[in-house]
Structure formats: C-alpha cells, structure tokens
Nanobody, 123 residues
Framework: QVQLVESGGGSVPAGESLRLSCRASRVTTNSHFMGWFRQAPGKDREGVETMNLRGPPVDSYVTAAKDRFTSSRDSAKKTVYLQMNSLKPEDTAMYYC???????????????WGQGTQVTVST
C-alpha cells in the first residue's frame, strides 16, 4: 500500500503562485510515477503533470499548463512538487496527487491517490 499526502493549496489572487507538495510513504514498481490531477466542480478530473520519483527525470505535462506549471522532485524525501505560477481563476480546483507505473496523464492509470488539496484563485 502507498499513502500520499498533499499540501500547499490555498486561496490566492490571480497572478500569484503556489507550490504543491506530495509525499509518498514508499516507492514501488507500480507507484514510481507521481501525477498531479485537478478537478473543478462539475468537471472531469484532468491530468496536469506526471513525473517519476526515481531514475533519470521523466515527465509529461498537459500542454495548457506547461508554460506556467513546473514540476520537481526530491527522491530522497519521496516527494514531488508542482510550482504553479501566474495562476488564473480557471485553475481553481481540487488538486490531487496520484502514484502509478507509467508516465501518462490518464487518471485511470494511477492506483494510489491522495486526499487532495484545494486551490482557489480569485479575480
């Protein structure tokens, strides 16, 4: 079993930044890719970014986020980070961290999920 704990969400005005963190309890073959997903009220959960926790860095971004969101990792701490800059009201959502075996952005490919952290961006 893998437990994931997110932190770093909050309420900010448009144009500000937030950094989300997600710490895994362990890294396994089936959980060494860490994905960030978000879900706004009434919308489907969508992938934002995926990065591996071990080996040479490999990541995958959704096109719309690539110019404003940057991922990083601390493998020793089993933690990935999502730096979100120039936040927009449309970025408002619950952000979830997930762990899985592949570098993809489909939620169905991830078997372990955190509890989520709320990001609210005001105008």
């Amino acid at each position: 079993q893998v437990q994931l704990v997110e932190s770093g969400g909050g309420s900010v005005p448009a144009g500000e930044s937030l950094r989300l963190s997600c710490r895994a309890s362990r890294v396994t073959t089936n959980s060494h890719f860490m994905g960030w997903f978000r879900q706004a009220p009434g919308k489907d959960r969508e992938g934002v970014e995926t990065m591996n926790l071990r080996g040479p860095p490999v990541d995958s971004y959704v096109t719309a986020a690539k110019d404003r969101f940057t991922s990083s990792r601390d493998s020793a701490k089993k933690t990935v980070y999502l730096q979100m800059n120039s936040l927009k009201p449309e970025d408002t959502a619950m952000y979830y961290c997930a762990a899985g075996p592949r570098c993809v952005l489909q939620p169905s490919a991830f078997g372990y999920w955190g509890q989520g952290t709320q990001v609210t961006v005001s105008t």
